[in-house]
């Protein structure tokens, strides 16, 4: 998958992953899951509908489709959706007074980021990004995140169906969800 590279092309549905840095399940530890709905709805906002999603403990998977009016590109919404959520994992971290994770964080920001006021480093650098070039891509991104729950190591739920934290309910199940876009309205 790229990273570092910019990813601007409209009408497209990206398969996107950011990870917590060195895999710790912050998102887990600061209950985050439901946080995550205030970047669906800013991707909403600016003509990127999320169309599949899992939140692990420690990584994101989405499909996002960036419509026709969409001024943003891939990397500026991912970019600000993954602040956003650094704010509120340190807000909840200091919070619930989790200091070593804290110092863990920052002992690790590097001294050219330092100098820009960053104060802890709780994502991987960059992400990773791949077009869906079609509907059988899709579905397999898809396959892929919504059993992610219930794969390797990872024994979340029973059924992967179930997982709260999914876009499964919203294909599987038919349960609604305002933040998502079905795959075949765009492919």
Same mark, same amino acid.
């Given at each position: 998958?790229?990273?570092?590279?910019?990813?601007?092309?409209?009408?497209?549905?990206?398969?996107?992953?950011?990870?917590? &840095?060195?895999?710790?399940?912050?998102?887990?530890?600061?209950?985050?899951? $439901?946080? &995550?709905?205030?970047?669906?709805?800013?991707?909403?906002?600016?003509?990127?509908?999320?169309?599949?999603?899992?939140?692990?403990?420690?990584?994101?998977?989405?499909?996002?489709?960036?419509?026709?009016?969409?001024?943003?590109?891939?990397? #500026?919404?991912?970019? #600000?959706?993954?602040?956003?959520?650094?704010?509120?994992? /340190?807000?909840?971290?200091?919070?619930?007074?989790?200091?070593?994770?804290?110092?863990?964080?920052?002992?690790?920001?590097? $001294?050219?980021?330092? #100098?820009?006021?960053?104060?802890?480093?709780?994502?991987?650098?960059?992400?990773?990004?791949?077009?869906? &070039? #079609?509907?059988?891509? /899709?579905?397999?991104?898809?396959?892929?995140?919504?059993?992610?729950? /219930?794969?390797?190591?990872?024994?979340?739920?029973?059924?992967?169906?179930?997982?709260?934290?999914?876009?499964?309910?919203?294909?599987?199940?038919?349960?609604?969800?305002?933040?998502?876009?079905?795959?075949?309205?765009?492919?």
């Amino acid at each position: 998958m790229s990273t570092h590279t910019k990813h601007t092309e409209i009408g497209t549905i990206y398969f996107i992953t950011f990870t917590c &840095f060195e895999w710790l399940p912050l998102f887990d530890k600061t209950s985050l899951y $439901e946080y &995550f709905n205030k970047w669906f709805g800013y991707l909403l906002k600016n003509d990127a509908s999320l169309v599949g999603y899992v939140i692990m403990p420690n990584h994101f998977h989405g499909l996002v489709y960036l419509g026709d009016k969409c001024g943003i590109s891939l990397n #500026n919404l991912v970019g #600000n959706g993954k602040r956003f959520l650094a704010y509120e994992i /340190v807000k909840r971290l200091k919070k619930s007074g989790q200091s070593d994770l804290l110092t863990q964080l920052s002992s690790h920001v590097r $001294e050219s980021e330092k #100098n820009k006021n960053k104060q802890h480093e709780v994502f991987r650098l960059s992400f990773d990004a791949k077009k869906c &070039f #079609n509907r059988k891509i /899709v579905e397999q991104k898809l396959d892929y995140i919504h059993h992610n729950p /219930v794969s390797g190591k990872w024994s979340l739920v029973e059924d992967w169906r179930t997982y709260p934290h999914s876009s499964a309910g919203f294909y599987e199940l038919g349960k609604d969800n305002k933040y998502l876009l079905h795959y075949r309205n765009v492919i």
